[in-house]
């Protein structure tokens, strides 16, 4: 048996736990973690350049993988700084583990010299969290810890971890780790049958079905289920913003985004519907308008594997908690074993679909002298969608002119903040997908308001030569907030103007970067042919881009899913 | 409407705040809450007295249960044959004379409660009823004679019949 001190036993579980990669930043408080990860031969650490991008950088390296992430932070500043970055991931149901320093036992609660109480400050934002009171609470917390982040809903979980637990001194056995158990902990799994049995026969029955995939269904691994029963039963699908690329996009079956900015076919067809078949979304407000007015004829049916997500806005008249992939699977046996309908019975349904989208298809005008943000993304798509690529964005205009216009095929290929709606989250998401996927296309997308939140962790993109390509749709405003300022409050534009940006352009060079300006007038697709060729370093393009643009449709606040503002003018 | 529900949670640091921390995130109100380890001491049992629509109650059994260190919850009054409810109350007043000192007996022996201290010139009862019945005694007391000081247990809940929080 080997005896090791307690930050070896940390590093020695996260290496038999697959560990390969973490993000963090040292400190006081985990230099002897940092000092046996110097050893390690299994696990790379990425110094990030603030906590906040280090928690983003997990973030992205997990949803593009599909794996726990992982950050390590000291304690006090260390720690306060992870806070915005764990609530984007906690919105998100991402699953991350974050390790943070903490002050010894016995300097804990006297105001010590970087000390702060971690897990007080990050309860709200994580599915759970771990003071380790001794050294042997290490190793089983932290395999508490990612069983609980991977299963269930997702989430991030915090293990703090005080600077005495971690010592050189004091060395005890390695256990080696067996199955987790916790009995206070059973995420369910299987849907109840005689609740499936009802779902099918409902869905059957229904003549206006729709099919709603949410973030679960991304983030269960379950979007093969998903197509083979939108197939099968020839269903609309609509996604939420999480949901993008659980259905592919450029499948006819396919309306796009609902929501305040989705599709105006989308949420015609939600408000339409008979039957929705929800499936790994929580119907967050920015996806139902007021949920009073909500799809006011259909019933709803609704997959979670988070029974606090059922009803807890729309109310679910079929609820059935579950994994989405085995619940799916489940519904795809009784279908095959049931008559089904002749799937000709939808035409008449199918038939006003494709008259929504006849009628207001997504689009916008082109502005002489003017490059539009649409455009810009429409560009980009084109240019970028034989390669397959990583898509990250920034929160704002930008993130749903992407969600828009950029058309996902695949999951796992837009990583944004959807629930928090983080700015700065795309840089270092970017950096962490690329981390977890180093020889593929990864763009990120963003303002040049969000890009100023995060912007220090392009040095992190510099050190490792990724060929990242970063398009700012620079229109020097807070985009987002100055169109409720256009519309709703007489054109005060009170604080979103961002005058005296930084030249992005000298700043691409700072940090060793590729960058360049594209102006009205020049040649968009040139732009970004120019910027996929580079490979060796990362790639900043500013395109100056119109300042009064209006991200349509916008459903109106408190409204129905049909209530939406179609053209600049305000109808 | 008011509503009782009873939570077994893990007996560990922190996991008090969880629950109390959940109820004021969410704006969930607390009326009273009580606490203590269990026959199993690794397990406490918490009574929360909250309270809102039975919706909301559903909602909040719900995300009480999604905490990781609580075992189960139940809402009493929705249990199938209903709930019990106890609160206790201890009351201290003055009596700074031999009429009042009589007054207090007799109202502790009306309602069967206990004196547990006297000392020259106070009282200390103890009750133990329903709220409601709590309430009465109290005002009652109050009607009397002045309170120095009045401490209620909130309250404390249970399943009637065989039905069971355990197991």
Not at chain 1, 92 to 111: K, N
Not at chain 1, 120 to 132: D, E, H, I, M
Not at chain 1, 181 to 186: C, D, E, I, V
Not at chain 2, 14 to 29: D, P, W
Request: proline share 4%; with cysteine; charged share 25%.
């Amino acid at each position: 048996m080997e005896k090791l001190n307690g930050a070896a036993q940390l590093v020695r579980a996260l290496e038999d736990l697959g560990v390969t990669e973490i993000f963090g930043y040292p400190g006081a408080a985990v230099v002897d973690i940092y000092d046996e990860l110097y050893n390690s031969k299994k696990i790379h650490h990425t110094l990030a350049r603030h906590e906040q991008g280090a928690v983003h950088e997990a973030d992205g390296y997990a949803r593009a993988s599909g794996k726990v992430g992982v950050a390590l932070v000291t304690s006090g500043p260390g720690a306060t700084n992870t806070v915005t970055a764990i609530a984007t991931a906690y919105m998100d149901s991402i699953p991350l583990v974050v390790i943070s320093g903490q002050v010894s036992t016995g300097l804990i609660g006297t105001d010590a010299f970087q000390e702060v109480d971690t897990v007080g400050v990050t309860r709200p934002v994580v599915k759970y969290s771990f003071l380790c009171k001794k050294p042997e609470d290490i190793v089983p917390d932290i395999r508490k810890a990612f069983y609980i982040a991977s299963t269930g809903r997702k989430g991030p979980v915090v293990v703090d971890i005080p600077k005495n637990c971690q010592t050189k001194r004091y060395v005890f056995e390695y256990e080696q780790g067996g199955e987790v158990r916790l009995r206070s902990y059973n995420p369910t799994v299987f849907g109840h049958r005689g609740q499936v049995k009802r779902a099918c026969d409902e869905l059957l029955k229904a003549r206006r079905p729709v099919l709603l995939l949410g973030g679960g269904v991304v983030q269960g691994d379950a979007c093969n289920e998903a197509r083979q029963l939108a197939r099968m039963l020839r269903l609309p699908v609509v996604c939420t913003f999480m949901g993008l690329g659980a259905f592919p996009e450029s499948d006819p079956q396919c309306l796009g985004m609902l929501g305040m900015h989705g599709l105006y076919a989308a949420n015609e067809i939600m408000n339409g519907s008979d039957l929705v078949l929800a499936v790994g979304c929580r119907f967050a407000d920015r996806a139902t308008n007021n949920v009073k007015k909500f799809c006011p004829d259909a019933t709803i049916v609704h997959i979670d594997v988070d029974p606090a997500s059922i009803s807890k806005t729309v109310h679910a008249d079929i609820p059935i908690v579950g994994d989405a992939r085995v619940v799916m699977g489940q519904m795809l046996q009784v279908l095959k074993d049931s008559e089904i309908r002749p799937n000709s019975e939808l035409d008449p349904w199918w038939k006003q679909i494709d008259e929504w989208r006849r009628i207001h298809p997504l689009g916008y005008t082109k502005k002489e002298g003017m490059i539009r943000p649409q455009e810009v993304i429409e560009k980009i798509y084109e240019k970028t969608k034989d390669l397959d690529p990583i898509v990250t964005t920034d929160v704002g205009q930008h993130q749903m002119f992407t969600a828009q216009f950029f058309k996902f095929d695949e999951p796992r290929r837009l990583i944004s903040s959807g629930g928090l709606g983080t700015m700065g989250f795309g840089v270092p998401a970017a950096v962490g997908a690329q981390k977890a996927l180093p020889g593929r296309l990864v763009l990120c997308i963003t303002g040049d308001g969000s890009f100023q939140m995060c912007m220090q962790e392009l040095a992190v993109a510099r050190k490792y030569a990724m060929p990242l390509k970063i398009f700012i749709l620079d229109n020097s405003v807070l985009g987002m907030v100055r169109q409720f300022q256009t519309v709703f409050y007489h054109h005060r534009y009170a604080g979103t103007n961002l005058d005296f940006n930084p030249d992005f352009v000298k700043m691409a060079d700072a940090f060793g970067c590729e960058g360049f300006r594209v102006k009205p007038g020049d040649d968009i697709g040139a732009a970004i042919d120019r910027a996929l060729a580079v490979k060796d370093r990362s790639c900043i393009v500013d395109f100056i881009t119109d300042t009064n643009a209006i991200v349509l449709p916008w459903q109106r606040a408190d409204g129905s899913m049909i209530e939406m503002i179609l053209d600049e003018e305000g109808n | 409407m008011r509503h009782v529900v009873s939570i077994l949670i893990e007996n560990e640091a922190g996991a008090l705040s969880r629950v109390v921390g959940l109820f004021s995130q969410r704006g969930y109100n607390i009326e009273s809450l009580t606490v203590a380890p269990t026959e199993d001491p690794t397990l406490s049992r918490c009574t929360i007295l909250t309270t809102g629509e039975s919706e909301e109650i559903e909602q909040i059994t719900k995300q009480l249960h999604k905490l990781v260190c609580v075992l189960r919850v139940t809402a009493i009054s929705e249990e199938p044959e209903g709930g019990l409810e106890r609160e206790l109350v201890l009351i201290k007043v003055p009596t700074p004379n031999r009429g009042i000192r009589e007054d207090i007996k007799s109202i502790a022996d009306i309602f069967s409660a206990r004196i547990i201290d006297v000392s020259a010139e106070v009282i200390t009862m103890e009750y133990v009823g329903s709220s409601q019945e709590v309430d009465n005694f109290c005002s009652t007391v109050l009607k009397l004679s002045d309170v120095l000081e009045v401490v209620r247990s909130g309250v404390l809940g249970i399943a009637r019949g065989n039905h069971c929080m355990h197991s």
